[in-house]
């Protein structure tokens, strides 16, 4: 299939990305993961094992958890794409607060499965602001990481989760 | 505690700006692809690369016959060949690699590359590997290393003996698992050298057996080796260089590896597995009398640090116990399966497995308190270590075990159709390379021209913190700010040789080298001030931004660092101490760590769950709070998949298990939420060493505490990881209800 697929003509495909429209041409079996990776640059992006066991490779579609090793690039060209690159441009001090509470609580070590992990975390958050430790395993079981034994991770999602029901309590909730 | 600080490379992290090295791409980057053996043992009778060359897009094909210098890498010994010649003797055994236009056509050829192969017998256990007709891996034999440690005569301590026990207990092949796999790009210079970006713990140690490969000078050679995406070990030797770098010389060309997880489980390192079997006898009190240890680890077909590893598994054996007579044979064999190398705890994982469980079966038997029969043979501060030489006093054994003998653990609510239990376990862990093995050391520090105090070190970032560490320990010995450093490691180029980033010695080594830097360096400092201010030495002070007079700025760092041609530098070296006895590999700094662990195990389907996991380490003053906490649960979670879940199976030495799908690591579903590590940082008095590393020590005595916890709720004795539901059923089911509960005594309450 390898072979084939260097033998293949390039295709032209549209992608709607961290609020950007972007143009690539590639393969048309190219797997999403690599289109970030490789044509746009976009490295936060990490690929682990790619199968989708890990996480390592999440992003946002529509607002849902994906992972990006598993979907064909063609077939994530009529969606809204968030990568870690979108959910820092667009947090207000440059660090959104759920990467914030990573970096008080050891959220992260090496940080290869950082991003993939806060996209995670953001995708549970925006749905459920105050998840409690069951959802947040479910919502973080297809996110490995090797490195923390997940406590600091644990502590980094309910300390996030904690500073948005405040915020969203408080007089000035932009929510 | 120290307060918290966030890391020094936190942001980049968090955010996903980081540039791994396995995120970087050259202008005109070939891609390289390696073609491994499908047998575990095999002759090879021909290789033909012609129609692979012949494919469009393809820019080299190598094999043996293009190796310049030596075939072969290895930390120790050079014997793991970068291409067989005549015998491949693992399925993760490169013949040939590509590089071509893109991973596609690398791909592709590697599948017209003809290797014609005649298959060998597969020696796919220690056991086999040792018969006498077993065909010969190498042509001294198979055993790699044979380990002895001996005092007193057994014979006697068991006669001395009112209980022994004995157990054979059996230790999986575990995988380091770390995020980023392997990979990196090697780029031709110039003047005939290469600039490796790949991922290392040691660059000048890949750096001289690159030279040694390649036969080109080592100052031609720069590693810049950090930061990386997780190691454990694992990539501690070569991996990917040797092949990016051939084919970067070859083709002229910037050529970029990177693992897919199945190839990195392949040829990647693993955890040895060891059959070990012990006997132990102890007196009525509870004193312990004789241990009697055999050790069996299957090494894989090449060296790298088996030999080491071994040799740390039997100094280990006796762990923090009085014990008057011990013998303790250790023996480790080739085989066809994985290479096995060094991981998380060294060899001390396996073996706290035994001895701790030994210890829980003594005190099963002699119906006593498992902790109090621990207590009762603890080693003494002033103790010789465990191969009866001298070591740096200490009385951590002590102290760890105190403060969690203390602790209770959470209550939990659980259904009827589950077992709750606590096993509790200790640790004593060498630091360092241990003695008559080179474990060089030192630092650099330098007042940069841009007015920047540059601390320089030959450490590599692999997750663990050494780069905070470093801006920690920096901080407070020069009252500096953060924005006033620049921290260099990981470049060959740009900072001095201070050794291994391995045996939890980087923090020690980094705190030794600031320490001897501390007074000259400031001084040096000053007296540049007093020249360029005029204003008396002792009236000025280091601060934020500069030099100070009475709390006012006389003078900041860049035109300190202009008011002389010359640059402020200062330079420290030195070796990891060392015991004055001479004992083959023994340490003489170590660590203490003791675990209790609670475990829910569900009577239906035989699932151990952990719901809680204490730590107590005693490794002296901790220099950063997360990082500290960090490397213990992690190093904790690693630890309970090694109990529970993980073992890379090899059948007829081939893999069974390639990827995360039934390489099972823990997730976050695994883990029970709320760990706690209380670090025990006093040391004893006169005790000049200053902090310990943890990197290893929250790993070590985690498994046999799971075990015990295992026992305490159901009554099964574990003498064989990872724990399957299968044989905890099988167990269960064999046991008469209930009859264990009567004579179990607990320390829980």
């Avoid at chain 2, 100052?219 to 260089?241: A, C, T, V, W, Y």
């Avoid at chain 2, 204490?614 to 630890?639: H, S, W």
Wanted: proline share 5%; with cysteine; hydrophobic share 40%.
């Amino acid at each position: 299939m390898a072979f084939t697929r260097a033998n293949n003509r390039k295709v032209s495909l549209t992608f709607q990305i961290n609020g950007q429209t972007r143009q690539v041409e590639t393969y048309a079996s190219v797997r999403l993961a690599d289109v970030l990776r490789e044509e746009l640059g976009l490295t936060g992006t990490k690929v682990s094992c790619g199968i989708g066991r890990c996480g390592a490779c999440a992003v946002l579609m529509d607002g849902k958890v994906v992972n990006s090793c598993l979907l064909m690039a063609f077939q994530a060209t009529n969606v809204e794409l968030q990568t870690i690159e979108g959910i820092t441009a667009s947090a207000e001090n440059g660090v959104d607060p759920v990467q914030q509470a990573f970096l008080e609580e050891g959220g992260f070590q090496c940080g290869y499965c950082t991003p993939g992990m806060v996209v995670a975390a953001k995708a549970l958050l925006n749905e459920n602001q105050a998840p409690s430790d069951e959802e947040m395993a479910e919502a973080l079981s297809g996110n490995l990481c090797r490195c923390t034994g997940y406590a600091g991770i644990i502590r980094a999602v309910r300390k996030a989760a904690k500073g948005k029901q405040s915020d969203v309590e408080g007089p000035n909730s932009s929510a | 505690m120290e307060k918290r600080t966030i890391r020094h490379d936190g942001i980049p992290k968090v955010t996903g700006s980081l540039h791994y090295l396995t995120d970087l791409t050259f202008r005109d980057t070939l891609y390289g692809k390696i073609l491994r053996s499908p047998y575990p043992h095999a002759r090879i009778l021909s290789i033909h690369t012609e129609k692979a060359k012949q494919l469009p897009g393809v820019k080299a094909v190598l094999t043996y016959a293009d190796v310049p210098a030596v075939n072969g890498y290895g930390i120790i010994v050079p014997d793991h060949p970068v291409f067989c010649e005549t015998h491949v003797r693992y399925v993760g055994d490169a013949v040939a690699a590509v590089a071509a236009v893109s991973v596609e056509v690398a791909t592709a050829a590697l599948l017209l590359i003809e290797v014609e192969y005649e298959e060998l017998p597969v020696l796919d256990s220690p056991e086999k590997a040792l018969e006498p007709q077993a065909i010969k891996l190498r042509p001294e034999g198979n055993i790699l290393h044979i380990a002895h440690h001996q005092k007193g005569d057994i014979g006697q301590g068991f006669a001395n003996a009112a209980a022994i026990v004995e157990e054979t207990y059996e230790l999986p092949r575990q995988m380091h698992a770390y995020m980023e796999t392997e990979g990196g790009t090697v780029v031709p210079e110039a003047d005939g050298g290469i600039t490796v970006y790949m991922g290392t713990q040691h660059g000048f140690k890949d750096r001289f057996q690159l030279a040694r490969i390649l036969g080109i000078p080592e100052e031609h050679i720069r590693i810049i080796s950090s930061p990386m995406g997780g190691s454990f070990g694992g990539k501690d030797e070569l991996n990917l260089q040797p092949y990016a770098a051939l084919l970067a010389l070859k083709t002229r060309r910037p050529v970029k590896i990177h693992h897919t997880r199945m190839e990195s489980v392949r040829a990647g390192l693993k955890r040895h597995p060891m059959k070990i079997t012990v006997r132990t006898g102890a007196d009525q009190m509870g004193r312990l009398t004789a241990h009697h240890v055999e050790i069996i680890a299957d090494t894989g077909p090449y060296t790298t640090l088996g030999p080491a590893i071994l040799d740390f598994a039997v100094e280990h054996a006796v762990g923090p116990y009085r014990i008057p007579h011990v013998l303790v044979n250790g023996k480790s064999v080739f085989t066809n399966n994985a290479n096995a190398g060094e991981f998380r705890g060294f060899g001390g994982n396996q073996i706290t497995f035994a001895l701790e469980g030994q210890m829980d079966r003594l005190a099963d038997k002699l119906g006593m308190c498992p902790v109090e029969l621990r207590r009762r043979n603890l080693r003494l501060a002033d103790d010789l270590g465990p191969l009866e030489q001298r070591i740096v006093p200490t009385n951590g054994a002590r102290l760890v075990l105190e403060r969690l003998a203390e602790t209770t653990m959470r209550e939990h609510t659980t259904s009827s159709r589950k077992r709750v239990g606590t096993g509790f376990a200790l640790t004593m862990h060498g630091g360092g390379l241990g003695y008559g093995r080179l474990d060089h050391a030192g630092g650099r520090l330098c007042l940069t021209k841009e007015g920047k105090i540059e601390a320089a070190f030959g450490f590599e970032e692999a997750g663990q913190g050494i780069l905070t560490v470093i801006e920690t320990m920096m901080l407070k010995a020069f009252q500096c700010g953060r924005s006033d450093l620049d921290i260099q490691i990981g470049d060959t180029d740009r900072v001095p040789p201070t050794g291994s980033t391995t045996a939890s010695r980087g923090t020690s080594m980094v705190w030794t080298a600031i320490e001897r830097l501390k007074k000259p360096f400031t001084k040096a400092l000053l007296e540049q001030a007093m020249r360029a201010t005029g204003i008396a030495e002792k009236q000025l002070q280091l601060g934020v931004g500069g030099v100070y007079e009475q709390g006012t700025l006389a003078i900041d760092y860049k035109s300190l660092a202009h008011f002389s041609e010359m640059p402020l530098c200062l330079e420290t070296s030195f070796d990891f101490p060392t015991s004055p006895d001479p004992t083959e590999g023994g340490h003489y700094l170590y660590t203490f760590a003791a675990v209790k662990a609670k475990v829910e195990v569900d009577r239906i389907t035989g699932r151990v769950q952990v719901l809680d996991l204490k730590q107590a380490v005693a490794a002296g003053p901790v220099v950063n709070e997360l990082g500290y906490r960090g490397q213990i649960e992690g190093g904790g979670i690693m630890a309970l998949g090694y109990a529970l879940m993980e073992e890379a199976i090899m059948e007829q030495g081939k893999y069974a298990t390639e990827n995360f799908d039934t390489y099972m690591i823990p997730s976050i579903k695994d883990v029970p939420f709320d760990m706690e590590t209380e670090a025990i940082e006093t040391l004893e008095q006169g005790d000049c060493y200053g902090p310990r590393g943890v990197g290893e020590i929250g790993t070590v005595a985690v498994a046999p505490a799971i075990a015990k916890a295992i026992h305490q709720a159901c009554g099964c004795w574990v003498a064989k990881l990872p724990v399957s539901p299968e044989r905890l059923l099988e167990a269960m089911e064999e046991r008469e209800e209930d009859s264990w509960h009567s004579h179990v005594l607990t320390t829980e309450k």
